[in-house]
């Protein structure tokens, strides 16, 4: 599959102990081989300096595919789209709207809404029933405002509050399904998968089925915390089987890094993810994909691992 690549732009604004502004993180990014497409932050990578950030994109060539929406501060601590408050509510959802605003104003196809501030975080803290029915009608005041802009929620079970709302892909199609417009579906992150104790290739299957998997976002960690580590350096049978089911399932979409460099360099960090994806993407051409689906029609454990470590390692005859 040729897939776009884009990559955590905050990873490259730290450039030799320097804090540097989003046009000059987006000149730098632009020269990592295979990077070809950007996923921003609104509103904070826009700022007053709109204008100046998307002539820098049109200057390297790379179109920006999705916007990513983070609510920082203390007006969200208590939520976003299930704020306790109507004021704030009411300040999260404009502020999503105004992401699909900009998206639609400047050819941007795809907005992402991370609920982070959204869940709970004591027993009988909160009246469960009154924060879902926020959330879903927060979800659908976004999504309706634009057909022509896909929306997606961001699952994560926890972090920063201690039970989110939207725990899993389970939740996140439940969601889809309320809101009831086809603008509108789930961004998977490996990470929060794997937090979540879900299979990475067996919740892409569920949202390409409904026809919802509107971004992935790939990066790898041991499992309880979001580590946001290169790109199957722990679970490389995972990546793998995640980028068949894109791949069978005809996922069109970026391919975001969404990696946390920060003890190593970011711009060979990411070069990283993109010759992993490629190389686990030239396994998969040489996969025997019909011994595979006979092999899975009878649910067969041990075919299944000998076929791909085959793949992976040779047959050991050699």
Not at 131 to 147: C, H, I, K, T, Y
Not at 271 to 284: C, D, P, Q
Request: net charge negative; glycine share 8%; aromatic share 8%.
């Amino acid at each position: 599959m040729d897939y776009l690549f884009a990559s955590r732009l905050n990873s490259f604004r730290s450039h030799g102990g320097t804090r540097i502004s989003v046009p000059e993180a987006i000149r730098i990014m632009a020269k990592v081989p295979g990077m070809s497409a950007l996923e921003l932050n609104f509103p904070q990578h826009f700022g007053d300096a709109a204008d100046e950030i998307l002539a820098a994109a049109a200057d390297v060539g790379m179109p920006i595919t999705a916007l990513n929406l983070r609510w920082d501060g203390p007006d969200f601590a208590d939520g976003a789209f299930t704020h306790p408050k109507p004021e704030n509510r009411a300040h999260a959802i404009a502020t999503a709207i105004a992401a699909v605003d900009c998206a639609a104003a400047n050819g941007i196809p795809h907005v992402i809404l991370w609920m982070g501030p959204d869940g709970f975080d004591y027993l009988f803290q909160a009246d469960y029933t009154t924060l879902w029915d926020m959330e879903v009608d927060g979800f659908r005041q976004v999504a309706s405002r634009n057909p022509d802009v896909r929306v997606s929620v961001e699952y994560k079970p926890s972090d920063p509050r201690r039970v989110s709302l939207l725990r899993s892909m389970s939740d996140s199609l439940l969601a889809v399904h309320e809101v009831g417009l086809p603008n509108f579906g789930v961004t998977l992150d490996v990470c929060h998968v794997l937090m979540a104790g879900e299979q990475p290739a067996a919740v892409a299957a569920q949202a390409l089925r409904a026809g919802r998997l509107f971004g992935v976002h790939i990066n790898d960690g041991y499992g309880p915390a979001d580590d946001g580590m290169m790109v199957a350096s722990i679970h490389p049978f995972h990546m793998l089987e995640l980028l068949l089911e894109l791949r069978k399932g005809k996922f069109g979409g970026t391919i975001y890094f969404d990696t946390f460099p920060e003890l190593v360099d970011p711009t060979s960090e990411c070069a990283n993810n993109i010759r992993m994806v490629k190389r686990l993407e030239a396994l998969l051409d040489r996969m025997p994909l019909d011994d595979l689906r006979a092999i899975q029609k009878k649910q067969d454990a041990m075919a299944a691992t000998a076929l791909v470590q085959d793949l992976v390692f040779g047959d050991g005859n050699g």
